[in-house]
């Protein structure tokens, strides 16, 4: 009976041998691809944009996370970088940039009541799955969705991490059933778990909004022409903003060198140069990133209570007698400026009319934060003399942030390199958190500020 049984088991290919060309190929995408590359060329190629090649600051090039790097023997079937996505789908991306009237339904689609069944596949070691399952206690805690380990479920997630790559699917997709995302060699980070399992729950990659033109620009000339494809913009109708605000540091974000043909020189560039460290920040979610899950799944339905959240917070809907509150603020309704965790450090800070130093460093896993105050109707400006940490892009470990929004839940203005000569700024407010913070060695900061 073995003897029989055996060579039957040994024909059949084993789950560990299916790579994602089992399940994509590429012909059936090919024209597509193509064709959106062609309607994102006629929509930027004809762009001229004066750029100074010169101003680049040293970015250190091992950050935790470049999608080409990391997916590149798959770049010819996954789309923007890291998602599978279906030729139906890739139709419908097409049509929407061409009719943007025409009505069809979003494909992030929810799972059920925000619950996510889930399984491992043996191929996730102790380190891969004390990293998915860091990623799904992070987003666990931060929403109302649940994962829940799957026993008889027709549909569910499937985390692989015997092939190459980080990748995921947009929302759930009841027609693979077993739905798979890939959690390959250097994509243990948490900033790459937590961004693949956000596109499985629903969530589209920041750059991809409708009013992504409003926040970055893209040079289509730095892209190789094939590869533009990875530049479409997806319409109202496929996804959703929930009118939160464009977030140029969230973890669904693109690095600025994403797919560029010219090594260090940006494909995206912030509309607001202050805004241009900010992008690429893959450390983990943001506080929108959050927020956008939360409105996704209507979490906020789970409260009967309705508390008043202050300065952009909203309910947590794990303990609806709290808010869940922008970096900076702090208390239960985030009523109160948020000083940090640096003993000495942080405060407030009153503008005059004369010049006041601000000089402040933060060691390894902490922070410190200022709030710069003017009176009502005033602004502040800021002269930032010096930074120092580590020089990446989007400043994910060690960074200054200068809060210039009165909308305090967008990250503001980051930086972490080295500053040639001095960068001046005003505040859009009479109020300015300055948050510094470290990761991985420490920060510094040295500022001027005065009432503008
Ligand atoms: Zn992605």
């Known amino acids: 009976m073995i003897l029989l049984i055996l060579p039957l088991f040994l024909s059949c290919p084993s789950l560990a041998e299916k790579t994602l060309r089992s399940f994509v190929s590429r012909s059936s995408l090919i024209n597509d691809l193509n064709r959106l590359s062609e309607q994102v060329d006629e929509l930027y190629g004809k762009n001229e944009i004066q750029l100074d090649t010169l101003k680049q600051p040293p970015f250190t090039d091992d950050s935790p996370f470049r999608i080409q790097h990391l997916n590149s023997k798959y770049s010819d079937i996954l789309f923007e970088g890291d998602i599978r996505v279906s030729p139906f789908h890739l139709r419908r991306l097409i049509r929407r940039q061409r009719n943007r009237r025409q009505a069809i339904k979003g494909w992030s689609n929810k799972w059920p009541n925000g ?26 805690r931060e929403t109302c969705i649940d994962f829940i380990r799957r026993t008889t479920e027709g549909v569910y997630l499937h985390f692989v991490g015997h092939d190459d790559g980080c990748w995921s699917t947009v929302g759930r997709d009841p027609a693979q059933k077993e739905q798979w995302i890939s ?42 022409r094939s590869l533009l494809y990875n530049f479409a913009k997806a319409s109202a109708r496929e996804i959703s903003t929930y009118n939160l605000p ?6 669904m974000h693109y690095s600025p060198v994403e797919f560029t043909n ?15 460290q900010t992008m ?19 979490c906020e339905k789970k409260c009967k209570n309705r508390i008043k959240c202050k300065n952009r917070g909203f309910i947590d809907s794990r303990d609806c ?28 800070a009153i503008a005059e009319e004369k010049e006041k130093e601000l000089s402040f460093t933060v060691l390894e896993g902490k922070n410190c934060f200022y709030h710069i105050k003017a009176p009502l109707g005033r602004k502040i400006s800021v002269t930032l003399k010096s930074v120092k940490g580590r020089c990446e892009h989007g400043c994910g470990r060690d960074r200054v942030e200068f809060k210039i929004n009165p909308d305090p839940r967008p990250i503001g203005y980051r930086f972490c390199c080295p500053e040639e000569g001095s960068r001046r700024f005003t505040s859009h407010s009479s109020s300015l958190p300055v948050l510094l913070s470290s990761t991985i060695s420490s920060s510094s900061v040295k500022i001027i500020y005065r009432l503008n």
Not at 192 to 220: K, N
Not at 321 to 341: A, H, I, R, S, V
């Open 115 to 140: 619950i996510v069944p889930y399984s491992l596949h043996t191929s996730i070691n102790s380190y891969k799955k004390n990293a998915i399952e860091e990623a799904i206690s992070f987003w666990q």
């Open 183 to 224: 959690i390959g060699n250097g994509c243990e980070p948490l900033g790459i778990s937590s961004h693949e399992i956000a596109h499985s729950l629903g969530l589209f990659h920041e750059q991809s909004r409708y009013d992504r033109d409003d926040h970055v620009t893209l040079i289509s000339s730095r892209v190789p």
């Open 246 to 251: 464009y977030d140029v540091g969230s973890v």
């Open 262 to 276: 010219e090594a260090g020189q940006p494909s995206l560039v912030a509309r607001d140069a202050n805004m241009q």
């Open 280 to 298: 690429g920040s893959l450390e983990g979610p943001s506080f929108l990133d959050i927020q956008i899950m939360n409105t996704h799944y209507r």
């Open 321 to 348: 007698n709290k808010c869940k509150c922008p970096t900076g603020f702090g208390g239960t309704l985030c009523e109160k400026d948020d000083y940090g965790d640096t003993p000495g450090c942080g405060g407030e």
